[in-house]
């Protein structure tokens, strides 16, 4: 699959849980309920030595400025906390240190800052529960006459006397983090901005306050941030450097059960004449994300491809793929095997050969599948349907973090954070909005409206993701870098298209939308 843009909203979207903020003694981390400033952001890039977002860059620079910005916001937060006076601090930092290194020794240091989803805060309720670190924890939340919600929460009976609980609240609006380091109670005062649109005050009036819980400290939360970041490194180089690989080696083998065992023979290439039309090439790339894309989608492969004879006698690869620091060329294209090869060779793609079965190659129309190649060639990458391909279900298609998996990606994560993602760049909108948009049949709206408006039809905002792609849905995309209106397709769904248009589904063919396949479908 495509890598850019997906690197980057990963990058944003661990700013957001990790936040932007600076310790104070005793008293934990605290983010007041806020938004992202594109100012303020942009100027954080520029006392980091980074160029600020640009509408005219791409995404490859994009996501490479990020990851840098973040890894230094989290190292000198780092510092930051250990920066601290008296003995009790000296205490604190020592037991904190001591965490962080037991922590970087971990099976699972990756992804450790998903928090945990507590619940739903709405006026008149509460939601009790036990964290990392104080055993008996509460919140409410009371309406005030001016619209605006106090949220108190109480923590009490604390595993030890250094040990501390991290909290992510938030809207689709707003989003605040509280570190709780002593027992007792916190009080959070909570409204909508002046100029929040009505699909902002919805959201607030009818889902109240997301709550979560991270798993970790705040120390340990920024830890597994830098230590995520480093697995998406290769994201902005030509090729993988070995300690970038082996990280990511660790993660597949830990987090998807994938134990990819090195080979002596690391070289293979196949004769043209033992692949045929229609033939499958399927590529994971230690980079971070192909790795995340096998464990957000239970399969083995972060990228697919299809083989393809030309008329001229030449042997192709078909895919739908983008420009990115080790690919040259953007969007679904065609490129001559040999030629192929050893552009996959410099990026050091792992690639697997999967032959058709015999049945099917004969069935398979090799003329029908370039026509359709034809009409589409050169369509940008399907950014608008990379992420819904794979969530099916409300619940049960969200990556979960190892060891225990009660750590998830969930609907009401994604609720606070994607909103808050396209205040940095509205490039991420691509990743959802005509999408949901077509799933409910408006077009334009924004985050906030699209919930609001689905909710006026009876749909609420979690089963969204779950409304099938059609296969007849047109995005206003670009085709050669031009405007075009064209199916939205990612790796996968090209692949299936290719197989759909030369007839290996013509005994079910209206029952299949490509655009709800995976790379293990």
Request: glycine residues 6%; aromatic residues 12%.
């Amino acid at each position: 699959m495509q890598k850019k843009l997906i690197c980057l909203t990963i990058a944003i979207f661990i700013a957001i849980v990790s936040g932007y903020t600076v310790p104070t003694q005793r008293k934990g981390y605290e983010i007041e309920p806020t938004s992202i400033n594109p100012e303020i952001v942009s100027q954080w890039m520029v006392n980091h030595g980074l160029e600020p977002f640009s509408e005219k860059e791409t995404m490859s620079s994009a996501f490479s400025k990020f990851f840098k910005l973040l890894k230094n916001y989290a190292t000198e937060t780092l510092k930051e906390l250990d920066n601290s006076q008296g003995i009790e601090d000296q205490m604190l930092v020592e037991n904190k240190r001591q965490k962080r290194t037991q922590s970087q020794a971990s099976d699972y240091p990756f992804w450790q800052f998903i928090p945990r989803e507590l619940g739903l805060l709405r006026p008149a309720t509460s939601i009790s529960w036990q964290g990392p670190c104080f055993q008996n924890s509460s919140a409410s939340a009371t309406l005030n006459s001016d619209g605006s919600i106090d949220i108190d929460m109480t923590f009490e009976n604390p595993k030890d006397l250094l040990c501390a609980d991290a909290l992510l609240l938030g809207t689709v609006e707003k989003f605040s983090v509280q570190e709780i380091v002593t027992r007792g109670t916190k009080k959070v005062s909570w409204s909508v901005s002046k100029n929040a649109t009505d699909g902002q005050k919805w959201d607030l009036d009818t889902n109240g306050i997301r709550l979560f819980i991270f798993g970790e400290s705040w120390a340990n939360v920024l830890v597994s941030v830098t230590d995520t970041a480093e697995l998406f490194e290769p994201c902005a180089t030509k090729g993988v450097l070995p300690l970038a690989a082996e990280k990511n080696l660790k993660f597949l083998k830990n987090y998807s059960g994938i134990d990819m065992v090195k080979r002596n023979v690391t070289d293979v290439v196949l004769d043209k004449s033992l692949i045929q039309n229609g033939d499958f090439f399927g590529v994971v790339r230690l980079d971070g994300l192909d790795p995340m894309l096998a464990w957000g989608m239970g399969s083995a492969t972060g990228h697919t491809t299809m083989a393809l004879w030309g008329d001229d006698g030449e042997l192709y690869v078909c895919e739908s793929t983008a420009t990115t620091s080790y690919w040259d060329v953007n969007g679904i294209q065609k490129t001559p095997y040999t030629e192929w090869l050893q552009k996959a060779k410099a990026a050091d793609f792992q690639v697997v050969h999967v032959p058709l079965a015999p049945e099917y190659r004969a069935k398979f129309n090799a003329t029908a599948a370039w026509e359709f190649f034809n009409s589409t060639e050169g369509v940008d990458y399907g950014y608008h349907t990379l992420l819904w391909g794979w969530v099916d279900t409300v619940k049960d298609n969200y990556p979960c973090a190892p060891p225990n998996f009660e750590r998830c990606l969930s609907w009401n994560l994604i609720a606070v954070a994607f909103p808050q993602i396209e205040k940095v760049t509205a490039l991420f909108t691509e990743l959802y909005q005509q999408a949901w948009n077509l799933r409910i049949g408006t077009s334009g709206l924004a985050f906030a409206e699209i919930l609001q408006a689905a909710s006026a039809q009876g749909i609420s905002g979690e089963t969204i993701p779950t409304i099938v792609e059609d296969d007849k849905w047109m995005y206003n995309t670009t085709r050669y870098g031009k405007p075009a209106s064209a199916p939205s397709m990612v790796c996968c769904v090209f692949v299936c298209h290719m197989w759909k248009s030369g007839g290996l589904f013509s005994d079910f063919d209206s029952d299949v939308n490509c655009g709800e396949l995976t790379n293990w479908d």
